[in-house]
């Protein structure tokens, strides 16, 4: 699956209008033109929770 630019741009706009993205601004060489994101504090604490939940339920199956 390919995902266009445009949709993509919609995705870290979405990102980062709910806190979980920033705009990176480690500095770069001039000839660098690319687009760098840096994850939010809220965006971390998010994604370990949700990657927690997973693994914690997964680990309850196996016990059942």
Do not use: C, H, P
Request: net charge positive.
């Amino acid at each position: 699956m390919v995902i266009s630019i445009e949709t993509w741009s919609e995705i870290l706009i979405q990102f980062r209008a709910l806190g979980l993205l920033e705009q990176g601004v480690k500095k770069r060489g001039v000839n660098d033109k690319n687009s760098y994101w840096k994850i939010t504090e809220r965006g971390d604490k998010n994604l370990v929770n949700l990657l927690a939940k997973r693994k914690m339920a997964k680990g309850f199956e196996e016990l059942i």
